[in-house]
């Protein structure tokens, strides 16, 4: 492979991240012996696995030109319903297949405001932020429910295929299906193309409607997914669960190289994006930094993932174009 086959991948958003990962990966194994341990990667996963798998399903809202502020509020909303459902007498893998229709709805719900009516999705899904965290709290007051089947909890808790739990394997599998959509399928072709620019989009005959109905209806069910995920990791369940997630999902996804506008970006852009905010928690949990000092460094991260398209073109700029002559 040619210098010049391989100089646009390394002088892309995608390079430059892979290049800070690598960088924040070697200052971690050499500030702490721990970190290149097992245990330690699975660890590092683990604890944020359900912000990741939605932040999967975020990167396909958000280059399909629209916004879910809704999601952490559809998780937790999720996993207070399989508990109050369980604590009802309903059998866990009823309540299970209940709450995954439930996100679906809730999807359903935004797309029909956002597609049908016609109103933008940051306003929709503001609203209907704080309608289903209202909804969760109603379900359990201030009430923790828990007591799960065992083998519930063994999802969140224990390792599925050797050490690594089933949620890590869930978001590898996510992202490498949500990769050949994107990439691969007309359907994540037309993704960018109303992403880019809606009214063409119409205009050239692709149905606008119904792939952001697609879109909206599979970020509920993932949300909700992750929901249930939160509660087998954590073994019970409160109104609160996953408050605020929803800003952690959205810097991921922007400093991934998304454009907040829609139409450019990638699920490799996004799982780098992940990969450095975990490694960056993980490093920094290691040397004993505080989570006020961490919460900081990720709201830099929220504000240099917003400058994302200019940095990106600065940064393509470092090398100039070849010449071709005429």
Known sequence: MTLAAIRPALFSW???????????????????????????????FQLSIEKVIVALIMTLVIINGEIDLSVASVMGLAACAFGFLFQLGVPAPAAAVLVLALGVFCGAFNAFFIT??????????????????????????????????????????????????????????????????????????KLYFIGSNRDVAAYSGVDVGRIKA??????????????????????????DVALGFELDIITIVLLGGVSIFGGTGSIVGTVLAILIVLNLRNGMALVNITGHIQTGVLGVLLILSVL??????WFAGLWPRERTDP
């Open 308 to 313: 994302v398209p200019n940095i990106q073109r």
């Open 214 to 239: 697609t879109v909206f209806i599979a970020s509920g069910f993932v949300s909700a997914l992750a929901g249930l995920l939160f509660a087998a990791r954590v073994g019970a369940v409160r109104g």
């Open 116 to 189: 049908v009516i016609g109103i933008p999705s940051l306003v929709v899904t503001l609203a209907t932020l704080i309608a289903f965290r209202g909804f969760a709290r109603v379900l359990v007051e201030d009430r923790g429910i828990g007591d799960f089947p065992d083998w519930f909890d063994a999802l969140g808790q224990n390792g599925f295929i050797g050490p690594i739990p089933f949620a890590m394997i869930l978001f590898f599998a996510l992202a490498g299906f949500l990769f050949v959509v994107l990439q691969r399928s007309a359907f994540g072709r």
């Open 14 to 44: 995608e390079g430059f991240l892979l290049l800070v990962l690598v960088a924040l990966i070697t200052l971690n194994a050499f500030a702490s012996p721990f970190f290149l341990t097992l245990s330690n990667q699975i660890n590092l």
